[in-house]
């Protein structure tokens, strides 16, 4: 049998084995497989061809039928995986095609139902926006209030104080405070130099000699700041003192073992126990409260809010939690858009064969 002979022949059975169903792309890719005779064949027909026989008295035996099996085999395995491979890109393609179209129409009724959405948020904002100036406004008229309040039982302290520093200051009782009696208290020196003069002094009392209850208030409020009550200047400040620290009684375990089965290792967490003792820290005392502090913890905090004011509080809360429900399903469609956006203009291949693989996860193994 003849190198061409052997040739045909292979390729007019291969071509019947071609499934008819199957598009030209694989049939072309078999038929330029066929048109290379592979190196077996053109082996066994160099030898087939009695070109090495002749006149040497060899015998060689025919072998080109069966090696055209074993080919046409080989080729037969190649036809059908390429078919296989041919209709799973097809499938793919569909799918990716109706993929598509799924994707286009739901990014459609999004976009529709941002629109819905955009006009719920305004209306919304327009609700509570209604809802908090009434709330606003209560807060403020509550808050007014508060502080009149606290300011009135100010005013009543420093009348109260006030009084009870007249008293003081008045040694004889007879219903005035004097020149010679604001003397007695060096601290309201108005340039503290240490020298308080009677014309300072009765500069503090408004240019008279003495004044009654009712002109002391002007001169209450100008030396108030500096005044020291004469019995916080008899009594000294009270001084904290931290609290004494109790310690547990230390035993000395060592004494019931000898010592040589004390290991040296504890010799050293002795010492740096004894570095870490609290002891040796430097004690700082908590800092004293000061009267205004005092003061301001007897007025207490503001009062809850009245009923009305309440309902107005929770009607502009409601409003302001619907808005913010809104607003965020709007972020949410706004996000929704913009990813089918990318999925939709994301290359995917010239028939968007590879669309399936998009957001799924995979393994690439290099040799790098």
């Known amino acids: 049998m003849t190198t061409v002979t052997a040739r045909m022949a292979l390729m007019s059975q291969a071509l019947l084995l071609v499934p008819m169903a199957a598009s ?3 049939t072309q890719v078999s038929i330029r497989a ?3 005779p592979p190196a077996s064949m053109t082996e066994s027909a160099t030898a087939a061809d009695t070109t090495d026989e002749y006149n040497s008295g060899a015998v060689c035996q025919n072998t080109c039928r069966e090696l055209m099996h074993k080919e046409m085999e080989s080729l037969q395995k ?3 995986i390429a078919t296989e491979g041919f209709q799973l890109k097809q499938q793919l393609i569909q799918e990716a095609k109706r993929g598509l179209e799924d994707k286009k129409a739901k990014l459609s009724d999004v976009q529709v139902s941002k629109k819905d959405l ?3 948020v305004e209306a919304l904002r327009t609700v509570k926006e209604t809802a908090e100036q009434p709330e606003k406004e209560a807060k403020e008229r509550h808050l007014k209030a508060w502080e009149d309040e606290k300011a009135a039982i100010q005013k009543e302290k420093d009348l109260a104080r006030m009084a009870e520093v007249f008293l003081e200051l008045d040694d004889d009782a007879d219903g005035f405070v004097s020149v010679a009696e604001l003397l007695s208290h060096s601290e309201l020196d108005p340039d503290s130099d240490a020298s308080f003069t009677e014309a300072e002094a009765q500069g503090l009392l408004g240019g008279v000699d003495k004044v009654g209850t009712a002109a002391f208030e002007s001169v209450w409020i100008n030396i108030k700041e500096k005044y020291v ?9 009270p001084v904290e003192t931290p609290p004494e620290e109790t310690t547990d009684p230390i035993y000395n375990d060592s004494e019931q073992y000898p ?3 004390i290991p040296e290792e504890e010799d050293d967490d002795d010492e740096e126990d004894e570095d870490d003792d609290p002891d040796d820290v430097d004690y700082k005392p908590p800092v004293a409260r000061t009267q205004e502090k005092k003061d301001g913890d007897d007025e207490g ?3 809850p809010y009245d009923q009305e004011t309440q309902i107005l509080i929770d009607a502009a809360q409601k409003a302001r939690n619907e808005f913010d429900e809104a607003e965020r399903a709007l972020r949410e469609v706004d996000d929704q858009i913009k990813n089918l956006e990318k999925e939709i203009s994301f290359d995917f291949g010239p028939s968007a064969e590879f669309a399936h693989l998009y957001s799924q996860c995979y393994e690439l193994t290099t040799s790098e």
């Open 24 to 26: 030209t792309a694989p």
């Open 259 to 261: 010592d040589e089965d």
């Open 301 to 303: 905090a503001m009062p």
């Open 229 to 237: 009550s004469e019995a916080n200047a008899d009594t000294p400040a």
């Open 78 to 80: 190649m036809t059908a």
């Open 118 to 120: 955009e006009e719920r």
């Open 34 to 36: 066929l048109s290379r």
